[in-house]
T-cell receptor
Framework: NAGVTQTPKFRVLKTGQSMTLLCAQDMNHEYMYWYRQDPGMGLRLIHYSVGEGTTAKGEVPDGYNVSRLKKQNFLLGLESAAPSQTSVYFC???????????????FGPGTRLTVT | DQQVKQNSPSLSVQEGRISILNCDYTNSMFDYFLWYKKYPAEGPTFLISISSIKDKNEDGRFTVFLNKSAKHLSLHIVPSQPGDSAVYFCAASLKAGNMLTFGGGTRLMVKP
């Protein structure tokens, strides 16, 4: 099992350009998440999904859009990149709550994005 | 307003000694707490967790303590090893919540 994978690993954008970050998981998890990590700020939730075809806003959703067309994939889009979106982006997934409820999320390796 | 805070950005300890990482939270509705470990250029990995019905959970060298009245949890690593050098994040969830709220992280450096 590859777990959670993210594409690309690095990217440099110019202000105003658009891009899509891809997250894929092979654990058959229902829930998927997109976070950004900035120095001293920890991990902040951008958007998340509790199942195929669903999305919801997190703590810092402005400037980002997401789609979950397939259960195993969760896409994060930047329509018009800004320098404030320079960050490291992490995707995570989690099992659907059930017997033996687990809050543990499994993270991908991250995408380092620089917007100039 | 950060609901989960890790007030020490960094901590340095000698190999073999105890490392104590602290985390404070403000939301009394948080029901479950987790610690994650992160190495450079990698994603965070789950380390240990604790439910609000407990005040201690142990897994090998790692022990998490929860003081609900003080809204405080701590992670103890005994003995500390150089391989423990990483950034540690605490996180909290509401009961049956969909999301985790993370602290800002503490960078632990274990010196040989």
């Amino acid at each position: 099992n590859a777990g959670v994978t993210q594409t690309p690993k690095f990217r440099v954008l110019k202000t105003g350009q658009s891009m899509t970050l891809l997250c894929a998981q092979d654990m058959n998890h229902e829930y998927m998440y997109w976070y950004r990590q900035d120095p001293g700020m920890g991990l902040r939730l951008i958007h998340y999904s509790v199942g195929e075809g669903t999305t919801a806003k997190g703590e810092v959703p402005d400037g980002y859009n997401v789609s979950r067309l397939k259960k195993q994939n969760f896409l994060l889009g930047l329509e018009s990149a800004a320098p404030s979106q320079t960050s490291v982006y992490f995707c995570a997934s989690r099992n659907q709550p059930g017997t033996g409820y687990s809050y543990e999320q499994y993270f991908g390796p991250g995408t380092r994005l620089t917007v100039t | 307003d950060q609901q989960v805070k890790q007030n020490s950005p960094s901590l340095s300890v000698q190999e073999g000694r105890i490392s104590i990482l602290n985390c404070d939270y403000t939301n009394s509705m948080f029901d479950y707490f987790l610690w994650y470990k992160k190495y450079p250029a990698e994603g965070p990995t789950f380390l240990i967790s604790i439910s609000s019905i407990k005040d201690k959970n142990e897994d090998g060298r790692f022990t998490v303590f929860l003081n609900k009245s003080a809204k405080h949890l701590s992670l103890h690593i005994v003995p500390s090893q150089p391989g423990d050098s990483a950034v540690y994040f605490c996180a909290a969830s509401l009961k049956a919540g969909n999301m985790l709220t993370f602290g800002g992280g503490t960078r632990l450096m274990v010196k040989p």
